[in-house]
């Protein structure tokens, strides 16, 4: 097991993740900016950020039922759509001014009917996301950014210049520039912050401004720096798979042992830190990055690409083995789980396949099998 004696990482980023609103979100707001709810990575938060909005992944994990969001969405809904209902209908997320969706699964799909037919905020915009990433797809995505332009100008007021979005790009490529600083640390021989750790930075960056994030990852770059390595783990671990916003489930997996070095979910710092063109057209360099960034299960072949991509992250993290953790309920990452583990098998690496609900449950359960996935890799 981790020895707990290291002594945790002291920074109040890292305490965003204990509330739906924080201090940071609040400031914004009483200085006159919104916040707006997005739900997918392929939402370009610079879009939001470059219309004076505060982008805010939506997120619910601390929801104890779903009885009132199954009336409208039914138990086959995967839990994350469900409780973000939930949250949404007792007022939890008060302070989101409005959403912006993709139309990346049907679970997304209804929950967007249903937040515009209950709650009728001022913004429901729905992005209509191609299957695949060649030209045609990314002249399509960028039409659909053009299109959630006019929408927010229209339903919000804010203006968005081409130099705004052009600003808010080169303001979150620094942003992913710092992360990837922070990346490098989990790189070597001994890492110096836990996975549970850095999960914690992602809610941040995907809870606040990003001017407010790049301030608060160079000040946590500079105590990781001087910081002692988390000692006693005994397998390094990447986890992939759907949407994850809570760290106690990495934080069950490293009590056992097991380092997480990589994340390749949803929410997860790999697929976040890829870069922006800041010399192509605005709102084609947003389309193309989005199309073509570590894909989703919804992307039509697109399996080969994915595959090498994480293949090649588990070398470069150097992983003992990989943990796939598809949401209970979501068709495209259950198929693509078992796609995933057949291959990595043929590559021979490591892999355990572990379904799971969004809100935390089954924690002995999870404790008991990454343990056993840690002793059956030997170590």
């Avoid at 809610?203 to 990852?217: H, K």
């Avoid at 609900?357 to 990454?370: A, D, I, P």
Wanted: glycine share 6%.
């Amino acid at each position: 097991m981790l020895n707990r004696k290291t002594e945790p990482l002291d920074h109040p980023f890292l305490n965003v993740v204990s509330g739906l609103n924080n201090e940071y979100i609040s400031s914004a707001r009483s200085g006159g900016k919104k916040a707006i709810g997005f739900f997918c990575s392929y939402v370009p938060r610079e879009l939001l950020d470059a219309a004076g909005l505060v982008p805010y992944r939506m997120r619910a994990p601390n929801n104890t039922g779903t009885d009132v969001a199954d009336t409208y969405l039914g138990q086959f809904n995967c839990s994350y759509t469900r409780c973000v209902l939930e949250s949404i209908l007792d007022d939890s997320l008060d302070f989101i001014d409005g959403y912006v969706f993709v139309a990346s699964c049907d679970h997304l799909r209804r929950l967007y009917d249903n937040v515009r037919y209950l709650v009728k905020p001022d913004l429901c915009h729905i992005l209509d996301l191609p299957h695949k990433t060649h030209d045609d797809a990314v002249d399509w995505y960028t039409e659909e950014l053009h299109i959630l332009r006019d929408n927010i100008e229209q339903s919000l007021g804010n203006k968005i210049r081409d130099d705004d979005i052009v600003g808010s790009i080169k303001r979150t490529n620094e942003l992913r520039t710092v992360l990837s600083k922070i990346q490098e640390l989990r790189k070597i021989d001994e890492p110096k912050l836990t996975g549970e750790e850095m999960h914690r930075i992602m809610v941040g960056i995907n809870s606040t401004p990003a001017d407010v994030a790049i301030e608060q990852l160079k000040e946590i770059y500079e105590k990781l720096e001087e910081r002692d390595p988390p000692r006693g783990y005994r397998a390094r671990l990447l986890i992939m798979g759907s949407q994850m916003d809570d760290p106690a489930y990495i934080a069950a997996m490293e009590e056992m042992g097991g380092l997480v070095v990589g994340d390749a979910f949803c929410e997860g710092s790999i697929q976040f830190a890829e870069m922006v063109d800041e010399d192509e057209e605005p709102l084609r360099a947003l389309a193309t990055r989005y199309v073509r960034k570590l894909s989703c299960p919804r992307m039509f072949e697109g399996f080969k690409e994915r595959y090498g991509r994480i293949a090649d992250a588990v070398s470069e993290y150097r992983a003992d083995g990989v943990v796939i953790e598809p949401m209970k309920f979501c068709d495209t990452w259950n198929i693509d789980a078992q796609l995933f583990v057949n291959r990595f098998r043929d590559d021979h690496i490591e892999v355990l396949k572990l379904e799971r609900e969004y809100m935390l449950s089954g924690v002995g359960q999870l404790r008991t099998r990454v343990q056993a996935f840690i002793e059956m890799m030997g170590k």
